[in-house]
């Protein structure tokens, strides 16, 4: 199956240091990547959707201006925290639409944050 | 009202059991719906789409029922690396979003 890589799986920074969250897309091209948080015991929810090439559609609720995120390529979607508070540490996921879209999402092995 | 509903569980239950999970969703408009199997501090796999006439996979059997808004996921002859939470989802086809529930435990004893 389609195989997406999330980088780093962990991460510890200070409050007030922003952090970046890389997707990828190894061996297929994706116009559309999906980021979620999930908390401890809760579901995963949608922050935001990146589509290559133009503004990512947030949800309600998710700051656009805290949660960065760039696609700048159908490989690749950046999402940056900046600005980290405690309340910002959580499990941080992506995943991709493959070619053919199915309703199938590839997710990628997800980014532990703690903002200490 | 959450968009879809899942019993948190834990559901616990011996190798060998049959264990039935139930998810709900209120959007009627939905379009699509699946079953995802996360393991702890894990992604989410794809353990298997859900047909309007119902299907099965080895040990996994999926059924939905539109009328009443519910989805189910039966696991016959469970083993203990069916421990995991079990995820419902709904494609709502007006947005293209896949909504997660909260997703249902099971542990699975020797």
């Known amino acids: 199956g389609a195989v997406v890589s999330q980088h780093p799986s962990w991460v510890i920074c200070k409050s007030g240091t922003s952090v970046k969250i890389e997707c990828r897309s190894l061996d297929f091209q994706a116009t559309t990547m999906f980021w979620y948080r999930q908390f401890p015991k809760q579901s995963l929810m949608l922050m935001a959707t990146?589509?290559?090439?133009?503004?990512?559609?947030?949800e309600q609720g998710v700051e656009k201006d805290k949660f960065l995120i760039n696609h700048a390529s159908l490989t690749l979607s950046t999402l940056t925290v900046t600005s980290a508070h405690p309340e910002d540490s959580s499990f941080y996921i992506c995943?991709?639409?493959?070619?053919?879209?199915?309703?199938?999402?590839?997710f990628g092995e997800g980014s532990r944050l703690t903002v200490l | 009202r959450k968009e879809v509903e899942q019993d948190p569980g834990p559901f616990n239950v011996p190798e060998g059991a049959t264990v039935a999970f139930n998810c709900t969703y209120s959007n009627s408009a939905s379009q699509s719906f699946f079953w995802y199997r996360q393991d702890c501090r894990k992604e989410p796999k794809l353990l298997m789409s859900?047909?309007?006439s119902g299907n099965e996979d080895g040990r996994f059997t999926a059924q939905l029922n539109r009328a009443s808004q519910y989805i189910s996921l039966l696991i016959r002859d469970s083993k203990l690396s069916d421990s995991a939470t079990y995820l419902c989802v709904v494609n709502m086809w007006n947005t293209g979003k896949l909504i997660f529930g909260q997703g249902t435990t099971l542990q699975v004893k020797p």
């Open positions: 995943s991709a639409e493959g070619v053919g879209y199915t309703g199938e999402l590839f």
């Open positions: 859900v047909y309007s």
């Open positions: 990146s589509n290559e090439g133009s503004k990512a559609t947030y």
